[in-house]
């Protein structure tokens, strides 16, 4: 009796994926909490949740390259939406918590500016700091649309042709975090102003997570242009049959 070979496949409803996820990201952000005991609480809880966020991103990123790469990976496809959604509200959480507790509600200090002593007004002082959260901003903006518009109603609305283009806006997405995430993690802390803290233990894993989701990404490019061009070949070798022949 001849039977099927089935590939393993994580087949769970929606509820049961945002379940797991949630449960993913509650015990990933307690972790990173705990790993930064000396830290003022305030930016232990921003760390620990904008760095959940950015691990619940990277792996949506990832499952796209590695389903063109493996098919026992494309089962994994349906798992983009919750780890995207967990990981927009998560950076919608990290942005509370640094209007909150880091600015405290003064949108100028968002931006960089600072009251200054003598003549008390704002003066732009932290250049990179208003620039890097300018971008997590629009990152942010970004994500919340990416987010809203990933149901399968939204997709029945806008067609799949519509939607499909505006879910590609996710790698614009990855390329603003990267660059938001970066200054944080290397160059905030480094002004004359104030004393050097010691480096970001979360340095070398942030390097090694864009590098491993760049070369999913390029191998899945050369998988595609090789499986095209050698397809292409084929019908190209194919006899042209002419009629009457």
């Known amino acids: 009796m001849k039977t099927e070979r089935t590939e393993p496949r994580l087949n769970f409803g929606w509820k049961t994926r945002h379940i797991i996820v949630l449960l993913f990201t509650i015990i990933g952000a307690y972790a990173f909490f705990e790993s930064r005991p000396n830290w003022s609480e305030m930016h232990r809880w921003n760390r620990a949740v904008g760095d959940m966020s950015f691990i619940l991103i990277a792996l949506s990123m990832m499952i796209g390259p590695l389903s063109r790469l493996s098919k026992m990976a494309r089962s994994a496809i349906p798992w983009r939406r919750e780890l995207g959604i967990h990981g927009v509200l998560l950076a919608v959480a990290h942005t509370v918590i640094i209007l909150a507790a880091w600015v405290q509600w ?19 002082l932290l250049h990179g700091f208003g620039l890097a959260n300018t971008i997590g901003i629009i990152a942010l903006v970004y994500g919340i649309v990416l987010a809203l518009s990933s149901s399968n109603w939204i997709q029945r609305v806008l067609g799949g042709s519509v939607w499909k283009f505006l879910q590609q806006g996710s790698y614009v997405l990855w390329m603003l975090i990267i660059v938001h995430t970066a200054y944080f993690l290397y160059l905030n802390f480094q002004d004359f102003h104030t004393e050097v803290s010691d480096p970001n233990w979360a340095q070398i894993p942030f390097a090694a997570i864009i590098l491993i989701v760049t070369l999913l990404q390029f191998a899945a490019f050369l998988k595609t242009w090789k499986t095209k061009q050698s397809t292409r070949k084929k019908l190209q070798s194919k006899p042209i049959i002419q009629e009457g022949s």
């Open 106 to 124: 003064d949108f100028l200090r968002l931006f960089g500016y600072v009251i200054h002593p003598q003549t008390e007004r704002y003066v732009m």
